[in-house]
């Protein structure tokens, strides 16, 4: 880093903290406001797009804070599709896009990314690159899937930052090391915006560009040996579970899995009455007692790596059914 990373991390956050009070100011004088209803776990209306905030300061700390990037892959590979990907959020923010269009996008995007990771060395393999590439645009979707409670994705933000930052710092990649560190300083600044009584909420622009940049920090981690796949399958355990099990639980009932709705887990202990901040530490608190611990033993402990990722796994998605069949919510139409 060209600062010190303290002094870096801190720029980063308080750069986020500004820019996200900038897209709220715009947000409400553009009128792109989100209005309670049926499908949604708020009840005021609450200007949308601060996310652009946390994506403007991440794209500014990375070019400004930390030395240079001597291989490309943020710069090359991972930053152009971030924006563009950004770039479709606010889009969608301010004009309904069709699932169609959103999709083709986020698939031409990932496809971008696999071809710049297959040339890198990444990757190796044309069905690794078919597997990675569909998990790019599955990360980038459930990430948006579960930004519908306040403080949830910035939150996610933090710990997966820090977690992917002693990743990367434990197998010497000191540049992704202080990418995560910022990752995890601009969520924490876009945080105090959203957090309990949101004065602001991430919007699409920020939502998957975060899911974007995990999953591409996931494939380039687990792709450079940083850290194994059963390790990189922890990191978002709770939001691979919570959106992966609420899509196949609406695909098995024949609804249409690509229309708004509430049926997540986080949405379900919101409609039986948990405040939004109740829910972000209850999901937080998991990863405490259950996903850290996990990753801490497949770190250090390679061998039992697939046991602990297996555990893991198995517990969360146990834990998944149990609270959803205690919190029942009904079924919505289509």
């Known amino acids: 880093m060209q600062l010190s990373p303290f002094l870096a991390v801190l720029v980063a956050a308080v750069l986020a903290f500004v820019l996200t009070g900038l897209a709220a100011w715009y947000a409400r004088r553009s009128g792109l406001l989100d209005h309670p209803g049926e499908r949604h776990s708020h009840f005021a ?8 905030g946390l994506v403007a300061s991440l794209l500014i700390s990375s070019i400004l804070l930390i030395g240079p990037d001597d291989s490309g892959s943020w710069s090359r590979g ?6 563009i990907i950004a770039s479709l959020g606010a889009w969608d923010d301010h004009h309904s896009l069709s699932v169609r269009f ?14 710049f ?27 948006n899937f ?3 409670s306040n403080g949830m994705a910035a939150l996610q933000g933090i710990f997966g ?24 300083a601009c969520c924490a600044g876009f945080l105090p915006w959203n957090l309990g009584r949101a004065r602001v909420f991430m ?9 974007f940049v995990f999953a591409a920090f996931l494939v380039y981690g687990v792709g450079t040996g940083a850290f194994g796949m059963p390790v990189a399958m922890m990191v978002m355990l709770l939001f691979l579970a919570d959106s992966t099990l609420t899509l196949l639980v609406r695909v098995i009932r024949g609804e249409r899995w690509y229309n708004p709705h509430r049926q997540h887990l986080y949405q379900r202990l919101i409609a039986h009455g948990w405040t939004h901040g109740r829910v972000a530490l209850f999901y937080q608190a998991v990863n ?15 061998l039992l790596s697939q046991a602990a990722a297996l555990v893991s796994m198995t517990l969360c998605v146990l834990g998944w059914f149990l609270l959803v069949r205690r919190f029942e919510v009904p079924v919505q139409a289509g």
Not at 45 to 52: D, E, I, L, N, Y
Request: glycine share 14%; charged share 5%; hydrophobic share 60%.
């Open 161 to 184: 930052g820090l977690v992917l930052a002693f990743l990367f710092h434990s197998s010497g990649d000191s540049y992704f090391t202080g990418l995560s560190l910022l990752l995890a």
């Open 288 to 302: 405490a007692i259950l996903v850290l611990p996990a990753i801490a033993v497949a770190v250090n402990f390679p």
């Open 102 to 115: 959103r999709l083709f996008i986020q698939l031409a995007v990932s496809s971008g990314l696999v071809w």
């Open 146 to 148: 579960m930004d519908g």
């Open 117 to 143: 990771a297959a040339h890198a060395g990444w990757i190796q393999g044309y069905f690794p690159m078919v597997l990675s590439g569909l998990f790019v645009v599955w990360m980038t979707n459930l990430y």
């Open 78 to 83: 991972i930053l152009p599709g971030m924006v």
């Open 45 to 52: 209306v609450t200007p949308r797009g601060g996310g652009a």
């Open 203 to 211: 919007g699409d622009v920020g939502s998957l560009a975060l899911g």
